[in-house]
C-alpha cells in the first residue's frame, strides 16, 4: 500500500511538471495573442464604470512587434496598414484580419498614405521605383485583390466630391478630378496657396509656411475644402471654394492648433493651445468664438459618423494617459467616459460604425485595440 501512495504521488508530480512546462512555453512565447473581452470584463487598464452610459459590448487588443505607421479601418474585422519594410521608401502596405489576427502583405516601397474608395470597394496607393521622382498610382480591389495601375498620380490628400469625382494633390498642385483619375482642373498650386496665406498674414516669404496635407477636409456640403497652416508661432484654418477660384477665408486660429474636424453646422472641433490654454474647444463660426470643452493635454480626436461620438485621448506620457468616448451634443460634450489607460507610444483614433480603432506605436511595438461600443 504504502508503494502504491508513492507511485500515485511520483505521477501527479509529473502530470503537474508537464503542464507547467507547457504554461511556461506558452508565456514565453512573443507571438500576438487575440483578447476579446466583454464588458463585463474589464481589469487593469481597461475601466468603464457598471452604471456608465458608454457601454461596451466587446474588446480585441492586439500587441505587434512592429510599429504601424498608419491604419484605415475597412470593416468590422479588417484593417489596412503601413509598416516598415526594407525597401527604397522603407514602407508597405498590408491587410490585417484583427480576430484572425493575420497579415498579408499588399506591395512594398509605398508612400505614406492610404486612401479608401467611397463604400470600401478598394483603395489606391503609391509606389516608388528607384528614387523618390519615380512613382505610379495603383488600385487594389478589396473584393478579389486585383491590383491595377491607376491612371493619375494625384492621390495624395484625396477628397471624394462624389461618386465620381475627387480632390487629388499629385506634389506640386490641387486638382479636381473624375472618376478613373482624368483631371478635370486645377484648383490651386501648393506655392499659389503658400502665397496667398503670406499675404494674409504679412509675411515676406511663404517659405515660412506650411500646409499640412493630412489636414484636408470638405464641408458637410462639399463645396469647400478646410486646411491647416502652420507659420512662426501660429496655426490657423483656412478654406477655398471648390467651385469658384476666389481666394481663402480665414476661419479659426490659435497659438497651436493641432487637428480639427468640420462639423456639419459648420463649426470646428479642434484640440490645441488657445489664449495660452491647452484642450479640446469648440469654435462657433457665428460668434466666431471658442468654448472649451475639455482641458489639458490632447493628443488626438476622432468624430464619429454620425457626429454624435467623439473620441479623444488625453495625458502627459505613456505612463500616464486616458483614452475618452464621449457624446456630442450641439457645444457640449455629455456622458465623457475613460475607457482605457496607459496606453504605450504615439496615439492613433478611428472611428468605423460602432467600432473605435487605437493604435500606440513605439520604435519597435505596436499596441493595437478595437472597441465595439452599442450607439446608445
Excluded at 515676406?204 to 507659420?231: A, G, H, N, R, T
Excluded at 474636424?261 to 469654435?283: A, D, H, R
Amino acid at each position: 500500500m504504502p508503494n502504491m501512495l508513492i507511485l500515485s504521488a511520483m505521477l501527479l508530480f509529473f502530470v503537474c511538471c508537464i503542464y507547467g512546462v507547457s504554461d511556461l512555453y506558452m508565456l514565453s512565447k512573443g507571438n500576438s495573442r487575440t483578447i476579446l473581452l466583454s464588458d463585463k470584463q474589464f481589469a487593469g487598464k481597461l475601466t468603464v464604470p457598471p452604471d456608465s452610459t458608454v457601454k461596451i459590448e466587446s474588446i480585441i487588443r492586439q500587441v505587434y512587434d512592429f510599429p504601424i505607421y498608419l491604419f484605415k479601418a475597412i470593416d468590422h474585422n479588417s484593417v489596412v496598414i503601413i509598416s516598415p519594410d526594407r525597401s527604397f521608401s522603407g514602407n508597405k502596405l498590408s491587410m490585417l484580419w484583427l480576430e484572425e489576427n493575420k497579415i498579408k502583405d499588399i506591395a512594398g516601397n509605398v508612400s505614406y498614405v492610404i486612401n479608401l474608395l467611397r463604400k470600401e470597394k478598394g483603395l489606391i496607393y503609391t509606389q516608388y521605383g528607384q528614387d523618390w521622382d519615380v512613382k505610379s498610382a495603383y488600385l487594389y480591389d478589396l473584393s478579389n485583390s486585383k491590383i491595377s495601375l491607376y491612371p493619375y498620380n494625384a492621390v495624395e490628400s484625396l477628397l471624394f466630391i462624389s461618386e465620381d469625382s475627387y480632390i487629388g494633390f499629385d506634389g506640386e498642385s490641387f486638382n479636381l478630378l473624375q472618376d478613373g483619375g482624368e483631371k478635370k482642373r486645377m484648383l490651386y498650386s501648393y506655392e499659389e496657396l503658400s502665397n496667398l496665406v503670406a499675404e494674409k498674414n504679412d509675411l515676406k516669404q511663404s517659405v515660412d509656411v506650411q500646409i499640412l496635407l493630412e489636414s484636408l477636409q470638405l464641408s458637410y456640403e462639399q463645396k469647400d475644402v478646410y486646411f491647416l497652416v502652420q507659420m512662426n508661432e501660429k496655426a490657423v484654418i483656412y478654406r477655398f471654394d471648390v467651385n469658384k477660384k476666389n481666394g481663402i477665408t480665414i476661419m479659426a486660429s490659435g497659438q497651436g492648433i493641432e487637428q480639427f474636424k468640420v462639423l456639419g453646422n459648420g463649426n470646428l472641433l479642434l484640440y490645441g493651445t488657445i489664449e495660452g490654454t491647452k484642450g479640446l474647444f469648440m469654435y462657433d463660426k457665428n460668434t466666431a468664438t471658442y468654448k472649451l470643452l475639455k482641458e489639458g493635454v490632447i493628443w488626438g480626436i476622432a468624430v464619429d459618423e454620425e457626429q454624435t461620438r467623439v473620441a479623444y485621448f488625453s495625458g502627459e506620457d505613456s505612463k500616464n494617459n486616458e483614452i475618452h468616448v464621449a457624446y456630442l451634443e450641439g457645444n457640449k460634450l455629455l456622458y465623457d467616459t475613460v475607457i482605457y489607460r496607459n496606453l504605450e507610444g504615439l496615439p492613433t483614433l478611428q472611428w468605423s460604425k460602432n467600432d473605435l480603432f487605437v493604435s500606440g506605436r513605439v520604435i519597435n511595438r505596436t499596441e493595437f485595440l478595437r472597441f465595439t461600443l452599442n450607439a446608445w
